[in-house]
């Protein structure tokens, strides 16, 4: 420690049934080379025995805190943030690994330049055995190292959103500061809180990245983001546009030129929702087809005028019988 009772960092682990891997995730914790950190875990009244499995670990940084109550995922975010005292934060999942390094780049980063609200990383992507799945991030522009002026990233981030988030909370290290400015995670969006939060402290901080990855981000079937929906499913699609929908009403004032961005934004989801719903059309899923097209035109209206619109309007009218038929004679 620094010689005083608060830690530079705070690594907050929310946690619920989270048997199967949080032993890893601990110990990944436990063994970074940067040592000045306090390790939160907040169990959110697990029935499992994650309990058991965390008491087992002895060690001064660690700290097990049970709710007294479920209080979602939402909430338990929020009890982290409460319960954190350290300059630095970063909200961990219980299933990922970090890298033994992760905290040292992230902390002397921040140290370094003190402009920087938060600084994220590449990660790499493993499965439920801890197999890799992915060297890198899904996202090309996290692949290098930069420090970039907070509304260029904002940018950036929104120009992704339709596709999905370019930045992964685990890979998050951020100033305290920056949470007591903005707030905490919003009720308004539960599913993607962690993109709505990042935009908010874009719009007033420059950030940074590490373009090596540092944490290794876990997929596996009980993942939280996949309960909720898949990365090209309507609800995906729906809770990322309100993100953008709830930034944009409340921070109009502080967006340059928040209208044409607005504008952009209302193009970019109408034309990602097309783009799945022709995906859907291939797949002979015509249910699906349908939801995408009425997404598209409620995140754009002016989509109805497009030729790529009513291509696939007719397609949806005409069925599966006729575009099956016109498949065969085409191919």
């Avoid at 940018?155 to 930045?167: E, N, T, V």
């Avoid at 719903?277 to 899923?285: F, G, I, P, V, W």
Wanted: proline residues 4%.
């Amino acid at each position: 420690m620094n010689g005083t009772l608060t830690p530079k960092v705070s690594v907050c682990i929310p946690v619920y049934n989270g048997s199967d891997y949080i032993s890893e995730s601990i110990e990944s914790v436990l063994a970074q080379t940067y040592k000045e950190f306090q390790l939160i875990v907040v169990d959110n009244c697990s029935t499992d025995n994650t309990e058991k499995i965390i008491r087992n670990f002895h060690d001064h940084r660690l700290t097990y805190i049970r709710n007294k109550q479920n209080l979602g995922l939402l909430g338990n975010f929020n009890r982290c943030l409460e319960l954190s005292k350290g300059e630095y934060v970063c909200i961990w999942h219980h299933d990922d690994v970090m890298l033994p390094d992760n905290l040292k780049f992230k902390v002397h980063l921040l140290d370094e330049y003190p402009e920087v609200g938060f600084v994220h990383s590449n990660l790499i992507t493993i499965d439920d055995k801890g197999s890799v799945v992915a060297p890198e991030i899904w996202y090309e522009g996290s692949r290098r190292d930069y420090i970039e002026d907070g509304l260029t990233a904002f940018k950036k981030f929104l120009s992704y959103l339709p596709r999905g988030a370019s930045i992964f909370i685990g890979a998050v290290l951020s100033r305290r500061s920056c949470y007591e400015k903005v707030g905490e995670f919003s009720p308004e969006v539960p599913h993607y809180l962690d993109s709505e939060m990042w935009m908010r402290m874009m719009l007033f901080y420059k950030i940074a990245c590490i373009g090596t990855p540092l944490v290794k981000y876990r997929i596996h079937p009980t993942t939280a983001s996949k309960a909720w929906g898949e990365w090209d499913s309507v609800p995906f699609l729906k809770e990322n546009y309100k993100v953008t929908k709830i930034i944009f009403k409340r921070y109009f004032e502080h967006i340059p030129r928040a209208n044409k961005l607005i504008e952009q934004n209302s193009r970019n989801f109408g034309e990602r929702a097309l783009y799945l719903a022709n995906r859907q059309l291939l797949n002979d899923d015509y249910s699906a087809v349908k939801d995408f097209i009425n997404e598209a035109v409620f995140f754009n209206p002016e989509i109805k005028k497009t030729k790529a619109f009513w291509k696939i309007k007719v397609k949806l009218v005409a069925g599966p019988k006729v575009n099956k038929f016109y498949r065969k004679i085409i191919t």
